[in-house]
């Protein structure tokens, strides 16, 4: 006989990598989750996972739990969220994605005051610059900088707010260095790549008066964290590439300069990424949509 409790624990172990990993999601010490998860199995009498290697791997058995228990777990919580609403009250546990730089300065203040004014509804803020290596099941809500050519299936996208790319460096650097009149001068300058994602980072795509200009930098400085980058081009290292809502003030206050003025670049704009459709009605998910869609409106990079 399985218990609301035996398949809560057992959907925490099935969408873990590890053992370890899901010791952790569950707060207690991976002895604890073996022990308990071998209790389960001998109490069904059936073998759930495979436990070779470094990670688990569900017998058939386990994907069938996994799956029906699933079902059940989130009937569960439609209830609880049902009865919650006609008290007028949101719960649950809201599972949010956002990329590491904006997620820390944007997302992170609306979730922490929306705890705050629900504080039956418990917060998971996931900070990632990866976002296709997350599964879309283990998230209710994702923040994505940058247009999204086609969302995964069963994914809702909604743009939150408008973000440029722009083209920058300090008044130092060009003063040493000069300042390109042209996407193709940029060659022959200190460039610096960001590494997020899974864009060809080296390749800048420029656009005037309808024609694309495509330039291959060789960086000579490169990170996968934009406040390293940021950091460089304030000490006058190189060009950078960066979206607006990282480097306005320091637009504003002269401490980097925009290049190239007369050509633009492929906009980035804040994206929301809502799961799967229960989730995505959820009383929770959807008001903090509305208050981090109230946040960033209007964009306060603009501001």
């Keep these: 006989m399985l ?16 053992l370890a990993a899901a010791s952790r999601a569950l707060d207690v010490s991976p002895s604890a989750v073996t022990q308990r998860l071998r209790a389960l199995e001998e109490r069904l009498g059936v073998h759930l996972v495979d436990r070779a290697g470094r990670h688990l791997a569900l017998t058939d058995e386990g994907e069938l739990i996994a799956e029906r228990g699933r079902r059940i777990v989130d009937s569960l919580a439609e209830l609880d969220e049902a009865l919650a609403a ?3 009250q949101v719960v649950g546990h809201l599972r949010i994605v956002a990329p ?3 997620g820390r300065r944007h997302v992170a203040p609306v979730a922490a005051a929306f705890q705050a004014d629900h504080p039956q509804v418990a917060i998971d803020l996931l900070l990632s610059d990866r976002l296709g290596g997350v599964p879309s099941g283990s998230f209710d809500l994702a923040v994505h900088v940058g247009e999204i050519a086609q969302a995964a299936p069963g994914l809702i996208a909604r743009r939150l707010a408008p973000n440029d790319r722009v083209a920058c460096a300090a008044p130092a650097y060009l003063a040493a260095h000069g300042t390109p009149a042209a996407p193709a001068d940029l060659r022959s300058h200190a460039c610096i790549a960001l590494r997020e ?12 008066d309808g024609q694309e200009q495509r330039v291959r930098i060789e960086p000579r400085l490169a990170s996968n964290d934009g406040e390293v980058v940021r950091g460089w081009a304030l000490a006058g290292r190189g060009i950078i590439l960066r979206s607006e809502w990282h480097v306005a003030a320091d637009l504003r206050a002269g401490r980097l300069v925009r290049l190239l003025p007369g050509h633009t670049l492929p906009d980035a704009p804040v994206m929301a990424l ?7 009605r959820a009383a929770r998910t959807r008001r903090f949509l ?3 869609a109230a946040a960033l409106d209007p964009a306060p990079w603009r501001a």
């Excluded at 994602?197 to 005037?208: A, I, K, P, Q, Y």
């Design 3 to 18: 218990g609301t409790d035996d398949l809560r624990f057992f959907l925490a172990v099935a969408e873990a990598p590890s």
């Design 86 to 88: 006609r008290r007028g």
């Design 274 to 280: 809502l799961g799967a459709p229960r989730r995505a």
């Design 100 to 102: 590491l730089g904006f």
């Design 290 to 292: 509305d208050a981090l």
């Design 197 to 208: 994602n899974d864009e060809d980072v080296t390749l800048w795509r420029f656009r005037r």
